[in-house]
């Protein structure tokens, strides 16, 4: 069956630091990835995705690319902020009679200090 | 702007009752979903419907019960609750495959 396997956390950072958030999955077929993001007290919010091998999803100024070779679509940013603190899911999503049900990691807390 | 409501931020119940979590969405999605949320073990999927009236067990199911009467309605029931159920709730719609979340109601059974 389908999984995801991304870092525990929580990971902790200062301000302006580079951010890497490793995610591994194992699928059949071609799965689309996910990056998912919560902030305190809210539901999780789409942060970007890709959709096929080699593809590049980035907003807000991170960056995850699809590696087929590796199974792996770790998230990253060059230089973190204090607002960036949240939980981060990798997903993945594969279609299965014509419905669409995604498989999420656990969860990686960030926390970032000023 | 797309959205995803639910009815109560916070609940407080007693061991016994039975609860109704209802979910509504405004972006005339077919597929719906309720998950709970617990530390350490990310978001499990409790049901979700692919269509009115239409529902598929997740991989949490037990004392739960889940109904779909209008396509934009999606309400998750729990026919006793128990101490266990204590959780976090969030309920999603998808288009294609990106999902979008409510806010999630935090439910406390004593």
Redesign the interface.
């Known amino acids: 069956g389908n999984s995801v396997t991304q870092m525990e956390g929580p990971v902790t950072l200062s301000e302006e630091a580079f951010l890497t958030i490793n995610c591994t999955y194992t699928a059949t077929g071609y799965p ?1 990835l ?1 990056w ?1 993001v919560q902030y305190p ?6 942060l970007l ?1 890709a ?1 096929k091998a080699d593809d590049k999803g980035s907003n807000k100024g991170f960056e995850a690319t699809y590696r087929k070779e590796t199974t792996s679509f770790h998230l990253e940013k060059g230089s973190v902020q204090v607002s960036d603190s949240a939980v981060y ?1 990798c997903a993945l ?1 594969t ?1 299965s009679g ?5 498989t ?4 990686t807390s960030l926390i970032v200090h000023p | 702007d797309v959205k ?1 409501t639910q009815s109560s931020r916070y609940l407080v119940k007693r061991t016994g009752e039975k609860v109704f979590l209802e979910c509504v969405q405004d972006m005339d999605h077919e ?1 719906m979903f309720w998950y709970r949320q617990d530390p ?4 499990r ?1 409790i049901y ?1 419907s ?1 269509d009115v009236k239409m529902k ?1 067990k997740g991989d949490i199911p037990e004392g739960y019960s889940v109904s779909r009467e209008k396509k934009e309605r999606f309400s998750l029931i729990l026919e006793s609750a128990s101490t266990n159920q204590t959780s976090m709730y ?1 309920c ?1 719609s ?1 288009s ?9 109601t935090r439910l406390t059974v004593l």
């Open positions: 689309s996910f998912y007290g809210e539901g999780l919010q789409l995705k959709t899911f999503g279609s014509g419905s669409y049900i995604p999420f990691g656990r969860g | 995803v597929n350490g073990l990310g978001l999927l979700f692919y598929e969030l999603a998808s294609r495959n990106t999902q979008y979340f409510g806010p999630g």
